[in-house]
C-alpha cells in the first residue's frame, strides 16, 4: 500500500520540488508577490511524505475565495468569468453537484446543454479546486459515481458496468418537493455512442481532487476504489486486441460526432495512459486491486511504447514513411501496420517543420490519420506520454505553426479540416461540421487550459500568456461561446452556444495556472523513470 497511494500532503515541499516550483515562477516573470501559496505536489515528494504530516496539504483558508483578492491586478474578465461560472452551478437537494454545459438565455434552443457534462465539468472542477472550493468536485464525484450503478442500455442492449456517463440533469418535482438525477451514457446521445472519456476524466479528476485537497479519504473508500476497478475492466479485459491501444467508436468523445475519429483515436488514448497512471497512484494493493494493478502496471508499459513508436510524427518520421515498402509480412516488418505512402496527405509535408512534432491522430490497420487534435498532444504532455523531447517537440510545433494552429482564436480543435468529397464520406454530410466549424476544424477556447498546462510543464509559459491574450480580447465580448468558425478562428461559430460553460471555465483555469504555476500538480504527472523511451532520435530533437 505504502508505495502506491496518494499521500496527504504536508505544508512543505521537498527541495527539488522547490527549484520546479522557483524555476517555474522565473520563466513566469510575473511580480513574485505570493511566495507561500497552496502547493501541488509531485508523485514522488507525495510518497516521500508520511500521511502523519498534515491531514489535510492543502488548507481553504490560504486560497483566495475570489480573484478580487489576488496579488496582482487581475483582468476585469476574471470576475466576470466567476460570476457566469458561479450562475452555472447545478444543486441537488441542496447540495452543488455541477456546472451546466451553457446557460445561453439569447436562445430558446436548449438541446441537452441544460445538463452536467462530465468532460465539461473538468475545468469548472479545476478553478473550483484552485480557488478553494472543493465541496462541489467531491459531490459531482459521488453523484457520478452512483450513477454509474444505474442500469443502462440501448434498445434490447445493456452497456457495461463501468461506463460513466456522458451527462446527467436533476430534475426537480415540485409537487413532492425531491429532485432525483437522470443520467445519459449515449443512450440518447446522438448516434448512440457511450462516452468513453468519461471515465477516465472521472479517475483523473478523482487524483486532481487527492491532490489539491490532500483528502485521501474520498479516494479510498470502498466506493471509489470499486468505481475505478469497474472502468478500467471496461479496458484491460483481453480480448482480441492485438494493440494495447483502445478500440473506440467515432463520437466517443469531445469529438462527439462522426469525425473519422474511430478506430484508435489520440484523444482516447492519451485519456487512457493519463487515467491508468492516476489510477495507480490511487488503487489500494487488496483483494482484487493488486490484480488490477499489475494488469495496469503491464498496460502502460506496452502502451507508452506502441504510442511513442507509432503514433510519433516529425520530419524525419515522416520522411521514413515516405519510403515505406508496403506487403511486408513477418516480424522484421518495417511497416507493421502496411499504411501505404500514397495515403499521406499533401499538406503534412507542407505542414511538418524540421523541428517539431506530434501525436498523429490515429493509427491502425493501413490507416494513418495524419491530422493533428490538440487535446491528445496537450493531455500526451500533461501526463507525461510524450518523452521530455517528444514534448518539446509538439511545443515546437505549435509555435511553428501558431497560424494555422490558434490563429485568431485558441485552439483549433484538429488541423486541418475535412472539406468537399471527404468530408462528406467522412462526417455523412453532417452540416455542423462544415469545414473551419464546430468538430471539423473549429476553434475551441476550453483548449486554453491544457494548453496552458502543457506549456507550463513544458516551461513555455510565454505561449500560453499569447494565448490567454487572444481570448481576453474577444471571448468575454463575444459572450463566451462554445466555438470559433473559419481559418484563423476568427468568427463566431455558426451553430456556438453562448455563455459555454468550459469556455468560461477555461479560461480560470488557464489564468490560475499562470498565476500560480503549482496548481499544474493536480493534472499533471512526472515522467515515469521506469518507462525508457525507446524510439529512435530525430532531427527535430535537441541534439544530446
Ligand atoms: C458538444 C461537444 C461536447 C460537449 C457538449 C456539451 O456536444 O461536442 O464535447 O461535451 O457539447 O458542451
Known amino acids: 500500500m505504502e508505495s502506491v497511494g496518494l499521500r496527504a500532503v504536508g505544508s512543505h515541499?521537498?527541495?527539488?520540488?522547490?527549484?520546479?516550483?522557483?524555476?517555474?515562477?522565473?520563466?513566469?516573470?510575473?511580480?513574485?508577490?505570493?511566495?507561500?501559496?497552496?502547493?501541488?505536489?509531485?508523485?514522488?515528494?507525495?510518497?516521500?511524505?508520511?500521511?502523519?504530516?498534515?491531514?489535510?496539504?492543502?488548507?481553504?483558508?490560504?486560497?483566495?475565495?475570489?480573484?478580487?483578492?489576488?496579488?496582482?491586478?487581475?483582468?476585469?474578465?476574471?470576475?466576470?468569468?466567476?460570476?457566469?461560472?458561479?450562475r452555472s452551478m447545478v444543486f441537488f437537494r441542496g447540495l452543488p453537484v455541477g456546472t451546466?454545459?451553457?446557460?445561453?438565455?439569447?436562445?430558446?434552443?436548449?438541446?441537452?446543454?441544460?445538463?452536467?457534462?462530465?468532460?465539461?465539468?473538468?475545468?469548472s472542477a479545476l478553478a473550483f479546486l484552485m480557488n478553494g472550493e472543493s465541496d462541489i468536485v467531491k459531490h459531482f464525484l459521488l453523484k457520478t459515481l452512483q450513477l454509474q450503478d444505474s442500469e443502462k442500455r440501448v434498445d434490447r442492449f445493456k452497456l457495461g458496468k463501468g461506463v460513466m456517463p456522458a451527462s446527467f440533469k436533476v430534475s426537480h418535482d415540485p409537487i413532492r418537493e425531491t429532485d432525483h438525477l437522470v443520467a445519459d451514457f449515449g443512450e440518447t446521445a446522438i448516434g448512440r455512442v457511450a462516452p468513453v472519456d468519461s471515465g477516465f476524466w472521472w479517475i483523473i479528476l478523482l487524483r486532481a481532487y487527492t491532490k489539491s485537497t490532500g483528502d485521501l479519504t474520498l479516494s479510498e473508500t470502498p466506493e471509489c476504489q470499486k468505481g475505478m476497478k469497474l472502468i478500467l475492466s471496461l479496458c484491460l479485459a483481453e480480448g482480441f486486441d492485438t494493440f494495447p491501444t483502445l478500440l473506440c467508436a467515432d463520437g466517443c468523445s469531445m469529438i462527439d460526432r462522426r469525425m473519422g475519429v474511430y478506430g484508435y483515436p489520440i484523444e482516447i488514448q492519451a485519456l487512457f495512459y493519463m487515467a491508468l497512471r492516476c489510477a495507480l497512484s490511487m488503487l489500494k494493493p487488496d483483494g482484487d486491486g493488486r490484480e488490477c494493478i499489475e494488469k495496469i502496471t503491464k498496460r502502460l508499459h506496452a502502451l507508452s511504447f506502441h504510442m511513442r513508436n507509432y503514433f510519433w510524427l516529425?520530419?524525419?518520421?515522416?520522411?521514413?514513411?515516405?519510403?515505406?515498402?508496403?506487403?511486408?509480412?513477418?516480424?522484421?516488418?518495417?511497416?507493421?501496420?502496411?499504411?501505404?505512402?500514397?495515403?499521406?496527405?499533401?499538406?503534412?509535408?507542407?505542414?511538418?517543420?524540421?523541428?517539431?512534432?506530434?501525436?498523429?491522430?490515429?493509427?491502425?490497420?493501413?490507416?494513418?490519420?495524419?491530422?493533428?487534435?490538440?487535446?491528445?498532444?496537450?493531455?500526451?504532455?500533461?501526463?507525461?506520454?510524450?518523452?521530455?523531447?517528444?514534448?518539446?517537440?509538439?511545443?515546437?510545433?505549435?509555435?511553428?505553426r501558431w497560424d494555422e494552429l490558434v490563429g485568431e482564436m485558441p485552439l483549433k480543435i484538429c488541423y486541418p479540416c475535412l472539406e468537399g468529397h471527404e468530408w462528406r464520406i467522412v462526417t455523412g454530410c453532417d452540416p455542423k461540421n462544415t469545414r473551419w466549424s464546430y468538430h471539423n476544424g473549429g476553434s475551441w477556447p476550453v483548449l486554453l487550459w491544457q494548453l496552458t498546462a502543457a506549456c507550463i510543464k513544458t516551461g513555455r509559459p510565454q505561449i500560453a500568456r499569447r494565448a490567454v491574450d487572444l481570448i481576453e480580447s474577444r471571448l468575454h465580448r463575444d459572450c463566451w461561446p462554445e466555438y470559433y468558425d473559419?481559418?484563423?478562428?476568427?468568427?463566431?461559430?455558426?451553430?456556438?452556444?453562448?455563455y459555454q460553460t468550459w469556455s468560461i471555465a477555461g479560461y480560470l483555469v488557464a489564468k490560475m495556472l499562470l498565476e500560480d504555476p503549482s496548481h499544474i500538480g493536480m493534472i499533471s504527472l512526472e515522467e515515469d523513470k521506469l518507462m525508457k523511451p525507446v524510439i529512435k532520435r530525430s532531427a527535430s530533437w535537441p541534439q544530446l
Open 486 to 498: 473559419g481559418k484563423l478562428g476568427r468568427y463566431v461559430g455558426k451553430q456556438a452556444r453562448k
Open 100 to 123: 451546466l454545459a451553457a446557460v445561453d438565455n439569447t436562445t430558446d434552443e436548449v438541446l441537452n446543454y441544460d445538463q452536467v457534462f462530465v468532460r465539461d465539468f473538468v475545468p
Open 314 to 400: 516529425d520530419y524525419q518520421q515522416l520522411n521514413d514513411i515516405y519510403r515505406y515498402k508496403t506487403e511486408e509480412y513477418s516480424h522484421t516488418a518495417v511497416n507493421k501496420f502496411n499504411v501505404m505512402p500514397d495515403s499521406i496527405p499533401d499538406w503534412v509535408f507542407d505542414f511538418m517543420p524540421l523541428r517539431g512534432g506530434y501525436f498523429v491522430g490515429n493509427v491502425g490497420p493501413a490507416h494513418m490519420d495524419f491530422r493533428w487534435f490538440a487535446l491528445g498532444n496537450c493531455v500526451s504532455i500533461m501526463s507525461s506520454l510524450a518523452t521530455p523531447d517528444q514534448s518539446m517537440a509538439i511545443m515546437d510545433l505549435l509555435e511553428h
Open 13 to 86: 515541499c521537498s527541495l527539488s520540488e522547490m527549484d520546479d516550483l522557483d524555476l517555474n515562477r522565473a520563466l513566469l516573470d510575473r511580480p513574485r508577490l505570493k511566495i507561500e501559496r497552496k502547493r501541488s505536489f509531485d508523485e514522488r515528494s507525495m510518497s516521500e511524505l508520511s500521511r502523519h504530516d498534515s491531514p489535510r496539504g492543502r488548507s481553504v483558508l490560504d486560497t483566495p475565495l475570489s480573484s478580487a483578492r489576488n496579488s496582482f491586478e487581475p483582468h476585469p474578465m476574471m470576475a466576470e468569468a466567476w460570476e457566469a461560472l458561479r
